[in-house]
């Protein structure tokens, strides 16, 4: 019964380890998005997936190494306890205390490796999420603001100018100002930026393709910059839990070509503009 | 004016029938405002097996909508929610808030601080009771007004729905959601309490352990159970009033119109916008700031009791003493300067993420150094595979994946993405789950004797452990994965998102291993009762431990030992090569033999 519990409790990790190792082939693995491999969707957020992996051989390598010694501490010590401790012949229980040499090592090892994981990590932080570090191409504004509320995100935009060109946004609403619901339409293929509020609870906007995920708080306006990499849709959600609604914030990110999105935004100035009078022939149909 | 002496409480205590030789004299005093710190440990611990039985299903219930989104809900369905068993969305985030309030609040915290704590402290230190016992009494029956404002809040709009973390704004404002309203008050007026009653705890096991440690026992002579347990009345002590500030803070700005959390102009569900002048961040930092240290007071005293129950089943000293007494310590100090790895995404200042994140990567070193430790202490032993040996076996081996996940989290890029994904709910059940309540289920049937002069049985209890484990993985680890493929926590309905909608027969795996887990648990209550009356009898030290409170009767009669115990030696004198013919330990009583 002894060698039973030793292998039961070598069984699960080796579960555990095959698991990892299929997961990525079963679909258990970072969302496939439009890319079809779970790849990120955004430069930096490949780098946040470089990171990930690196600590997953980091934590892999400590996982395995724990679980062997654990295994081989079980096994001879099954086999020490199958002899009385003073029976004739016995393997001698080993008597210590510790060891100072292996206490120096396993501390200073751990400490040295934690420690570069959190300074490799600081240059992604930064240019995620400190001001200074953000690219040149967003520092000339936000592409939108989005609002966050139980439970939509409300989006608006700048209106465009007699060229057909997007004004500045402001931080208050302007008459000129375009609207959606729960339909993001941003530039790919360079960084962006919206502002993030929120009008009652907090949210989290998260959009998982892109591995980003900044909580809407309010009062507060906090900039976001990300960069699609593809054109094409990407899922928009909530990660902060905001009511009973909190999981059907549903919404969606299009990311497209720069003319692409003007031409869309004449589409819905065109469309808010409709007064609806007659002779335009078409009722509105915004969404 | 002081409390009573336990020489006076003994004279007038009971001057009826209480023999020492009787088993059940703990158990007899279970429904009496008992000060010995022995009965209210036996009242801890009941109360939270009962109570754990509570948040079990309760989490079954948020199982079952994962698993079979709005299908009505066999038993409990009936039993709860409305519409023919249906789970409504209302009432799945009352499901996960309750959940999580029972395990934690209820739970885990009173079981380890409140049912071992007080049933060890003294016994272990040669003390014959509680600095203040009255003060202890009180904090047992603190208790039951925290059972009952949790048990009326889910009387309130269907219970509070904030989560466990309560985050103002929704949880400020009656119309932010259905259980926001008189629930949500119940709900802070159930912390308070619960904050109130392990107060009292931790005033008292400070004090005890300082002045009533028996003559000899020496601070690097106490087990490391009573370590743990005396860092965490520590946390306890300095963590805890900021919680209950902050909920006071909260209760102020929901009932007498304060504004320290919610922001002006705000128009939450049609209400008139707000006034303002809060920040809801405040909140987080306050809480956090509590709750970090509290997952250690979740964890240190299992640590503690783990390694006593280790060393005595490996026959072998403890590998680094010291270097454990060192970790815990560290574990503490840094556990106040962590807290922000919670609000990583949450817009504070990202200055503040750097720092955190390098404090919250050295916090898993000392957690290294432990788990090292506990595999010397097993290393070259002679192992024992009892329930409390495979139940403590369980606790390093799954504190590890615990520990292992926590560095991804600790580090901030990484968690962008994992924050608030059922990763972080991989993480902390694996440290809760399989470290602590692993510890306790150990710790149960190692001091059971010492309880109730009998042992567990011991088949049922390996069954137990077998089920419990295969269940616990089974149920815990895929949510790694679930996490890395950006499954959201709190979420009634993940499959309305195309990106999820393939996780669902994983989901469904996962359930089914919950309900066998949930299924094993009666397993254990079953042995616990059915033992208490007819488990095998056994004598006051039936592990050949070394700890003073196997020197005690079991159970021990009300003054704990015969005469003051006199402390020569640590606690993990096992094996060693000095001992006489026939015998592999040493009691901490025992005089050393060249001494005369
Ligand atoms: C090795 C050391 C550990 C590290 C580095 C670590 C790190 C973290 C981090 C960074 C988070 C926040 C993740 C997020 O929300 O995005 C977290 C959450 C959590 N940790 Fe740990 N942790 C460690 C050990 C523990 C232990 C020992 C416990 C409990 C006994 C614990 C309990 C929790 C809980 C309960 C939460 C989530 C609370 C919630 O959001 O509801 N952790 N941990
Ligand atoms: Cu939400
Ligand atoms: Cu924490």
Redesign the pocket.
Known sequence: MKRFWCAFFMFWPIVAVILCWIAPGQNWWFPRGPSGTGAAMSPLGERIDDLFYMILMITSVTFVGTQVALGYVLFTGARRSDTSHDAEGAEKTWFTHGSHNLEVMWSIVPAAVLLFIALYQMEVWAEYRVKDKFPEEVRKGPQAEVTARQFEWRIRYPGLDENGNPLELMPDPQPTDLYTVNDLHLTSGEPVMIWLRSEDVQHSFFLPELRVKQDAVPGLVIPVWFEATKSTEYSLLCAELCGWGHYKMKARLVAEREEDRLVWLQELQAAQNDDGVPDAGDASDDE | MSTATPAAEASHGHGHHAHVDDKLALLKKVHTFSTDHKVIGVQFLITTLLMLLVGGALALGVRWQLAFPWESMPFFGELFAQQGGQISPEYYTMLFTMH?TVMIFLVIIPVLAGAFGNFLIPLMIGADDMAFPLLNALSYWFMWPAIACFGMSFMFGGGPAA???SYPVLSAIQQAAPGSGMAQTMWLMGVTFVGVSSMMGSVNYMTTIINMRAPGMTLFRMPLTIWGMFITAILQAFALPVLTAAGFMLLFERTLGFTFFIPGGLVVNNADPTVGGGQPLLWQHLFWFY?HPA??I??LPAMGMVSDMMACMARKPIFGYKPMVYSMSAIAGLGFI?WG??M??SGMNPALGMTFMVS??M??LP?AVKTFNWIGTMWGGRLEFNTVMLNSIAFVSM?VV??LS??F??AVPV?IY???TYF?VA??HY??FG??LFGVFGAIHFWFPKMFGRRMNETVGKWHFFLTFIGFNGTFFPMHLLGVAGMPRRYADPYLHPYLEHLLPMNQFMTICAILMGFAQILLLGNFLISIFAGKECDDNPWHANGLEWSAPSPPPHGNFPSVPIVYRGPYEYSDPAQPEGKDFWMQTEPPPTSS
């Open positions: 999580a989560g466990w973390t709750s997952v250690y979740m964890l962590v790895h919670h990583f995404t919250t990567m916090i898993a957690s504190f615990g520990g926590g560095i989290m600790a968690d994992i924050h608030d972080i993480h902390f440290v809760l470290a602590t």
